[in-house]
């Protein structure tokens, strides 16, 4: 197969795999998200500590973790053709992709949100900040260098998972490596069609990098700034009647 038969056919793989990718990648992240940080507000010691809500939704994370792609897809066909009408194509591919990748990017984000220091919670808690609050002014804006690390580990999977669609028809390069490179014994086209999926996983994957240490350092600079944030509740008390009474001189 020359150069000019192949360049058409890896275009319009490359378009299906970007396609595919990008839109299940942005639906793991507005699914996964609000899971991921409800895993943690209901959790024990969390602010809306609810240990049967955090048990049911972990198992259904869990279950959604455990099954083999392949066989999700499978498993979907159905729900695949009732949502978008038919089970090829990159417009099918999207269904079983999204709903294999939230669970995935929910665990993530879970482990990103519990890294963040439980006294800054405490802190605007204090305060009187409400439970939006705290998801919103701490926990999103502190865990946001890993959360980015997250939603790059994902993306980088999707692709991966997008290459296993190509075998039930799904269309983008890994349908281009079945069909040419192992049906047909292009051995050249599939050589060059993985060596475009390790360049874009590599892009991807030094954008994501990128972003998360600048953000992890203007964090840092952050917090630096405001020191009296990472001290927690005690702010409370060290401005309060009882810092007042300490400093107080004592009687003669």
Not at 174 to 201: C, H, K, N, P, S
């Amino acid at each position: 197969m020359t150069w000019s038969e192949m360049e058409p056919l890896l275009e319009q793989a490359c378009w299906d795999t970007l396609y595919m990718v990008g839109w299940s990648a942005l639906i793991a992240v507005v699914g996964g998200l609000p899971l991921g940080i409800l895993l943690v507000l209901t959790d024990r010691g969390g602010v809306l500590q609810n240990v049967v809500v955090n048990k049911v939704v972990g198992q259904i994370v869990n279950i959604g973790r455990s099954m083999p792609f392949i066989i999700l897809m499978v498993a979907l066909i159905s729900f695949t053709r009732l949502i978008v009408g038919t089970t090829i194509g990159p417009e099918a591919a999207i269904v079983p992709l999204a709903i294999g990748a939230i669970p995935f990017f929910a665990r993530l984000v879970e482990t990103s949100v519990r890294e963040v220091d439980g006294g800054l919670v405490e802190a605007v808690q204090s305060m009187g900040g409400s439970t939006w609050t705290v998801v919103r002014k701490v926990l999103l804006p502190e865990a946001l260098p890993s959360l980015i690390s997250s939603a790059t580990t994902t993306i980088v999977a999707l692709i991966g998972y997008s290459a296993m669609a190509g075998t039930v028809g799904a269309g983008g390069l890994g349908d281009l490596a079945i069909r040419y490179g192992y049906q047909r014994f292009e051995t050249e086209l599939m050589w060059i069609t993985v060596g475009i999926l390790a360049v874009v996983i590599s892009i991807i994957q030094f954008a994501g990098d990128f972003a998360a240490r600048a953000l992890s350092h203007r964090g840092r600079s952050s917090a630096a700034a405001w020191p009296w944030l990472s001290r927690g509740p005690k702010r409370a008390e060290e401005t309060g009647p009882v810092a007042k009474v300490a400093e107080a001189p004592e009687a003669p």
